[in-house]
Nanobody, 123 residues
Framework: QVQLEESGGGLVQAGGSLRLSCAAS????????MGWFRQAPGKERDFVAAITTTNTYYQHSVKGRFTISRDNTKNAVYLQMNSLKPEDTAVYYCAKKAYLSGSYYSDKNYNYWGQGTQVTVSS
């Protein structure tokens, strides 16, 4: 089993920055991709970014503003969010795949999830 715990959410003004962290514990394996998803009130959970051993993937609306990174020595993944907009307001979830197959963009392909951390961007 893998446990994921997010931190770093909060309230920030539009144009500001936040850095989310996700700490993994348990049976961790850096072979498999990790990702960030978000869910705004009344909306479905959406892909934000993912990272493998060699590549990164981003939702179009965050490309150039958000950066995903990982530190395998700490079993951690990060999401640096710059130039935040009110539409970025959501609960952000860290997730981890347990298999190499399957799209990085679909939450159905991730096997482990954190509890989420709230990000609120005021206008």
């Amino acid at each position: 089993q893998v446990q994921l715990e997010e931190s770093g959410g909060g309230l920030v003004q539009a144009g500001g920055s936040l850095r989310l962290s996700c700490a993994a514990s348990g049976h961790t394996d850096s072979t498999y991709a990790m990702g960030w998803f978000r869910q705004a009130p009344g909306k479905e959970r959406d892909f934000v970014a993912a990272i493998t051993t060699t590549n990164t993937y981003y939702q179009h609306s965050v490309k150039g503003r958000f950066t995903i990174s990982r530190d395998n020595t700490k079993n951690a993944v990060y999401l640096q969010m710059n130039s935040l907009k009110p539409e970025d307001t959501a609960v952000y979830y860290c997730a981890k795949k347990a298999y190499l197959s399957g799209s990085y963009y679909s939450d159905k392909n991730y096997n482990y999830w954190g509890q989420g951390t709230q990000v609120t961007v005021s206008s």
